[in-house]
Structure formats: structure tokens, C-alpha cells
């Protein structure tokens, strides 16, 4: 028989998680019994020696010091657990077809500048390849959605993302962008390099003990919505990335990889309508 399991220990747990007391916020106190719970019993199982716990104190704390921790839950596939739970969920409630969903990560900033149609999303000059992307959004029933919003934003040619990053602009490649009659947006901007975790932060440092790297492939994220529909949370990954199946926050999934098609010829640029990309 386990500490864990004995009498005093569940008693201890009840205590810590107000269960003898009629105030509070019941959810709360089941979260918190059974998270309690729970590390408790790996403290035994694991035999957690204090200068253990403290170290993993120590790290926790810096951790939030620097603002990490929605870097780390997608490093420890937390997040991704998380699509996957949702997925099942779906499945269970016939909620099947349409975009796979992936992770949203850390880095989405609410309330983007919103267009209607299109956009061009680079704000900041940048030496990167000129990008358009075109789309047509649809319900799961494959019927075209006017007035959805495609919440788009990406990382710059460094792999960072504005806001996050105070040398850009504040919306640089952030954009929302309502769909016109047919459910279709499109817009410009610059081709994105995946993101990397700070070399000096938590997370890899994490990621070295578990002889890790901590690298995203170039990717572009979305939220989609529209009245009576799920939103959507989801990303496009460049196919062409060395890293698009070996993404340290385990975001890309079938049906998400995409070519990137590189258009030089002016007459195919012209036949595309893109002999001037739109502004
Ligand atoms: C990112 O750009 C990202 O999308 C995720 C999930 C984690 C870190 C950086
Ligand atoms: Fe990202």
C-alpha cells in the first residue's frame, strides 16, 4: 500500500482542496484535489527527493519570470494533448470532416486590423520573399461562408512575431480578414522562417535534458469563424521546412502541409493576377 493511498494522505488532500467547507468554487476544488493528488503520488512513485522538488521549484518560478509557460506547454506536447482530446470529443459527437485543428500557441495578439476580402499583412519593409495566399473558407458541409473572419498571423523572416517582438510594428503580419460572397480571402505578405525557443530561456533549457531541439517549421496560424459555426483554430505548415515533421511543439498534422510554389515567370505572374500584388 501507497502513502499516497493511506487514509491520512486522502484526508490531507480533501483538506487542501476545501471539500469540508461549504464556500469556494466546486470545479476549483475537484482541479485542484486531484492535480494535488496526483503530484503527490509522483513525489512517492518517482521518489522526489527535496532537493528535487526545490530545483523543480527554482525552474517553475523562472519559468513564470520570464513568461514561459505557453512556450513549454506546447514544448511538452500539453497542448497537443489538448487537440487530440478535442478531436476525440468531436469524433464522439459526429462532428467529423472540415480543416484538422492544431495548436494556437503563445503568440496570438486579439484584435488585428480587419479587412474586407484581402490584405497585406507585412507593415515593416523586409528583405523576404514576396508571399500571397488565397483561400476559400466553407462550412464542414462544403458550403462557402460569406462574412466569416480569418484571423491570420506568422513570424517575420527571423521567426518572430510582432508585439513579442518590440523591433516591429505593432499588427506586422497580424491581419483579419471577412470573407467575401463566395467565402474567399486572399492576402500578401512575406514568407515566414519557423520559429525558434530563446537559446537562454526554460523551455530549452528543458529541452537539452531530453536531448531535444526546440524548433517550429515556417508556419502561418489561423482562427476562422463564422456565425453558426465552430471556430476554427488551425495553421498551414511550408512543406519545404526541414523541420515540417519535426516540430518541437508537435502542431503539424496531416492535411496542414502546404507547397510553396514559387512563381518567377512575369507572363504566370500576369496570368495570376499578380503582376502587381495588391496592397
Ligand atoms: C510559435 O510560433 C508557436 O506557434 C508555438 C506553438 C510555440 C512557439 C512559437
Ligand atoms: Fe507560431
Redesign the pocket.
Known amino acids: 500500500s501507497t502513502v499516497t493511498d493511506s487514509p491520512e494522505a486522502q484526508a490531507l488532500f480533501d483538506k487542501v482542496a476545501g471539500l469540508d467547507n461549504d464556500a469556494g468554487n466546486p470545479r476549483i476544488k475537484q482541479i485542484v484535489r486531484r492535480v494535488v493528488a496526483d503530484a503527490c503520488r509522483i513525489i512517492e512513485d518517482l521518489d522526489i527527493t527535496p532537493s528535487e522538488f526545490w530545483t523543480a521549484m527554482s525552474y517553475l518560478t523562472e519559468t513564470g519570470q520570464k513568461n514561459e509557460f ?2 513549454l506547454m ?2 511538452i506536447g500539453v ?1 497537443h494533448f489538448i487537440d487530440l482530446c478535442i478531436d476525440a470529443k468531436e469524433r464522439a459527437a459526429g462532428l467529423a470532416g472540415g480543416t484538422p485543428r492544431t ?5 496570438y495578439v486579439a484584435g488585428a486590423p480587419l479587412s474586407k476580402g484581402e490584405a497585406r499583412l507585412d507593415d515593416d519593409p523586409e528583405d523576404g520573399e514576396v508571399l500571397i495566399v488565397e483561400g476559400q473558407v466553407t462550412g464542414t458541409d462544403g458550403a462557402p461562408l460569406a462574412g466569416a473572419i480569418v484571423d491570420v498571423w ?2 517575420n523572416t527571423l ?1 518572430n ?1 510582432s508585439v513579442f517582438d518590440k523591433s516591429q510594428s505593432t499588427w506586422n503580419l497580424r491581419r483579419r480578414i471577412e470573407t467575401d460572397a463566395e467565402g474567399r480571402y486572399r492576402f500578401r505578405s512575406i514568407l515566414p522562417k519557423g ?1 525558434g ?1 530563446p537559446p537562454e530561456g526554460q523551455t530549452q533549457k528543458l529541452l537539452d535534458q531530453l536531448g531535444r531541439h526546440g524548433q ?1 517549421p515556417a ?1 502561418i ?1 489561423f482562427f476562422v469563424s463564422g456565425a453558426g459555426h465552430r471556430q476554427l483554430t488551425t ?1 498551414i505548415n511550408l512543406a519545404d521546412d526541414p523541420y515540417v515533421y519535426d516540430d ?2 508537435f ?1 503539424t498534422r496531416d492535411g496542414l502541409v502546404v507547397d510553396v510554389v514559387r512563381v518567377t515567370d512575369p507572363a504566370a505572374l500576369a496570368a495570376a493576377g499578380l503582376a502587381e500584388p495588391f496592397s
Open positions: 505557453g512556450l506546447p514544448g497542448e495548436i494556437e500557441g503563445p503568440l506568422h513570424a521567426g512575431y520559429y525557443c517550429r508556419h496560424h495553421q518541437f511543439a502542431g
